[in-house]
């Protein structure tokens, strides 16, 4: 039985790989990148690991076997079906977010898109947001570098991811340079004739001094299986400033697995605001490395799981300089037979002098039957820091609801204006006001 299993593990990560190869082999930018070379080195690494279990510690709350059972089909960009409506707009008010980038199935869309319509604001001459293969020539070698970073892989889905990169969505902000407008980053995974995998990827360079706001959106046409499989890069240089707003949306059969890896330099700062409510199977992968002193790094997090989902969110954060601040707050709300799962690691290492690390896991749970794992965790071996942690899981107080209903209020309301206060504490943080106010609509109905 055992000997089957592994086999099947085996045999369906090599599938997959084969589809990137062939999609790789389309690809005309390989020479430009050196993507042929990146492709293989993560291929390699894909074939010689493992599909993860219950069994592997980093997974032992995410049970991955149902997704060996669905046979995904790696396709080409599908656009013909698409069309932006409110259901797929992550606000009603488009004059919120007016700079838009759509990726379907992992394929940039500019028909799609409105980066580049004449009636929007004027933008910066040297700003680039768009797809790799039309990336300015005096940009290529920066993202070159960049790139190369995933050679040496560590986590087979950042490598599956890799194998299979023929376009990433591109936004490269230059020195000392302030865009006004947030950038929304759209991945629309379309269906096709087969359960449908896309990998898209994101690469984000904020050269020194630069301020930059970004929306990065999933989200599924259709509730049909799909498996969604999302690298972004974030590079933040000395002395600039990204505010990172991540939204992952998708349709309630489609399993996500995302991958955030970040790296600030000196005196910069970095913001993400990570809010995850679609997917039967949600993980989010949220890495932030410190590479100068002074950094200030904020994650803020809500995950929302109902019915019998589940939503998984690992974080680290790895302080290697003197003077860096952390502040990060992750709250869950779990109803029904849903769970949701928070490991957050914060390393302190110990030329990591005067590091001020902060970090608190708040949960609420909705139903006798949902479920939360939580595990905030601090390793230090600095010795003059000043760090802490916490975590606490509540339901819904009988008093609260009763006080509410005195006033008049229905049981329905009453639970409504609890649950939204309690989402409304990280949602009330996000730079765009609209997309909140969507965001807090979207808890209420599924509470």
Known sequence: MMNTQVASREMFLTDLVNQCSKLGAANNESSAYGLQDLRDAATQYVLSSSFPTVRDEEWRFTDLSSVLQIPFHIPQSNQSQVKLTDIIMPVKNRDDLPLRLVFVNGFYAPDLSTVNLPNLPNLPLDFYAGNLSNVPEKYQGRISDVLSKHRQQTEVFTALNTAGLADSAVVFVPANMSIDLP?????????????????????????????????????????????????????????????????????????????????????????????????????????VFQRGEATETTLNGLSVAFGEQLADTHSL???????????????????????????????????????????????????????????????????????????????????????????????ERSRYLLIDAFAAEILNLLPIVGVAKMLSTCVAIQG
Do not use: W
């Not at 499989?229 to 000395?238: I, K």
């Not at 949902?370 to 009988?398: F, M, W, Y």
């Open 183 to 287: 950038i929304h980053l759209l991945f629309l995974t379309a269906p096709g004739a087969s359960p449908t995998m896309s990998q898209p990827h994101c690469l984000v360079i904020a050269e020194p001094g630069s301020n930059v706001t970004l929306v990065e959106d999933y989200a599924t046409i259709g509730n049909v299986p799909a498996f969604t499989n999302a690298v972004t890069d974030v590079v933040v240089g000395e002395n600039a400033t990204v505010n990172h707003v991540r939204l992952q949306r998708e349709g309630g059969e489609v399993v996500h697995i995302g991958k955030s890896a970040i790296e600030q330099s000196r005196n910069s700062r970095y913001t993400c605001h990570a809010i995850s409510l679609g997917g039967k199977i949600s993980r989010h992968n949220l890495e």
């Open 317 to 411: 954060i790895d302080f290697n300089h003197p003077h860096g601040t952390s502040r990060q707050l992750h709250k869950c709300i779990v109803g029904n037979k849903a769970r949701a799962v928070f490991n957050g690691k914060v390393f302190v290492r110990k030329a990591a002098q005067l590091t001020d690390a902060g970090q608190l896991s708040r949960n609420l749970l909705l139903s006798p039957r949902a479920r939360v794992d939580t595990k905030p965790q601090l390793e230090i071996v600095a010795d003059n820091v000043k760090c802490s942690h916490g975590a606490t899981v509540s339901q819904l107080e009988d008093d609260e609801l009763f006080y509410l209903q005195s006033r008049g209020l229905d049981l």
